[in-house]
């Protein structure tokens, strides 16, 4: 990623995180509209859920480097994700859903270059997510 990509989505996220209750909710609620048996994969609460997403994405978000390194959190979760039977169809709604999320919650800040950001990143992780899940080496990287 570029590092003016970097900090648009450092700077939205910055908006999004003092909303962190709320996001959480607008997106599963999305989520599970677009595909309600995602909603059978969870045993915790939604609310709880939604901290746990918040933090994955501060995790990830501080995380950006151009280097294109992930911390390695990012790769336990894709493994634990995998376990859970996450398929890459699941990844394709959720990075729908945060788009959205983002979106809603961001408004006219949410322009077209932060969208790109953002679609860029997460496209990015998603397939590094993906492969690491599936045990291959997570060679895909959040460079250009």
Same mark, same amino acid.
Request: glycine share 6%; no cysteine.
């Given at each position: ?28 609620? +999305? ?9 059978? #994969?969870?045993?915790?609460? !939604?609310?709880?859920? $939604? &901290?746990? /997403? ?28 995998? +376990? ?9 709604? #959720?990075?729908?859903?945060? !788009?959205?999320?983002? $979106? &809603?919650? /961001? ?38």
């Amino acid at each position: 990623m570029t590092p003016a990509e970097i900090r648009l989505i450092q700077t939205s996220f910055a908006k999004v995180f003092p909303l962190k209750a709320k996001f959480g909710m607008m997106f599963y609620t +999305r989520l599970f509209e677009m595909d309600p048996v995602i909603k059978g #994969m969870f045993s915790t609460s !939604i609310a709880r859920q $939604s &901290e746990m /997403l918040m933090q994955a994405l501060a995790l990830i978000v501080r995380g950006l480097r151009t280097d294109g390194a992930l911390p390695p959190k990012a790769l336990e979760m894709a493994a634990r994700h995998g +376990r859970y039977g996450v398929t890459e169809q699941h990844y394709q709604k #959720m990075g729908e859903a945060l !788009i959205w999320s983002l $979106s &809603e919650t /961001l408004g006219d800040a949410f322009d077209a270059s932060t969208e790109a950001a953002w679609r860029n990143a997460y496209d990015r992780l998603s397939t590094t997510m993906i492969n690491a899940a599936a045990g291959a080496s997570p060679g895909v990287e959040l460079t250009t």
